[in-house]
């Protein structure tokens, strides 16, 4: 009787421990339930978008060496290249300036020459002679002749200057002005300053100058 008794206590306990055991059979794996959902779009590297601003030069195709060697060839044709019109009257203003020099200068240069030359000779002047009544010897007249061959000399000298300087700011106004651009970025500011003043041993007073500053901004 005792080991019936020990038998059922046991197979109770038996059907207590398993009717306690979780049931892991049909409990669903999470990560077997859920559905990997995949982009249907086929990705792209990521490029950042660049927001550059171009700057188109107008005159981009505008010729410094055309300029140059267009007013070398007729004075005043680079600028006109250029759109520098307003130099043209100037440049042609300074050739008749000395060009008129030049016709002055030779003509009395030849004038005191050959009156130098009758004196010299001591020939009798002409009743049309200007210099009939002017005394002196034919010294004079060489001196003279000799001041005006020096101005003629420096007259033609300035025409070649003149032709040579416009030939360069042809060349500068293509270079420097058409080759960059010119926008609202340029800005100019005058503002009023104090200025160190350094001291001297002498007066031993370290003040301070009135001035004008000027900031340029490009």
């Known amino acids: 009787m005792r080991i019936w008794f020990i038998f059922l206590a046991l ?3 038996s059907f207590k421990a398993m009717a306690q055991r979780p049931d892991f059979g049909n409990r669903n794996n999470p990560k077997d339930s859920l559905n990997r959902v995949r982009d249907s779009i086929s ?18 195709l505008h010729s410094p060496h055309k300029a140059f060697v267009r007013s070398a060839i007729i004075p005043g044709w680079g600028q006109l ?5 307003w130099k043209v009257p100037i440049i042609y203003g300074g050739f008749a300036l000395l060009g008129a020099a030049i016709v002055y200068n030779n003509h009395y240069y030849h ?9 010299f000779r001591g020939e009798t002047a002409a009743p049309d002679n200007p210099y009939v009544n002017i005394p002196g010897g034919y010294q004079q007249f060489y001196d ?15 025409g070649v200057l003149l032709w040579g300087i416009n030939c360069v700011d042809a060349y500068i106004d293509g270079k420097f002005i058409h080759s960059y651009s010119v926008d609202n970025n340029l800005s ?9 003043q350094p001291m001297y041993a002498s007066t031993n007073i370290n003040g301070y100058i009135p ?3 000027i900031t340029l901004g490009f």
């Open 111 to 119: 004038e005191y020459v050959n009156e130098g030359n009758r004196r």
């Open 11 to 13: 197979a109770a306990f």
């Open 211 to 213: 001035g004008v500053k």
């Open 43 to 60: 990705s792209k590297p990521f490029v950042p978008n660049a927001n550059i601003t171009k700057v188109y030069h107008p005159d981009s």
């Open 81 to 85: 290249y250029n759109h520098r019109w």
């Open 144 to 158: 003279a002749a000799s001041a005006n061959q020096r101005n003629l000399q420096l007259s033609i000298l300035g």
């Open 188 to 196: 100019i500011r005058v503002a009023p300053s104090l200025l160190n």
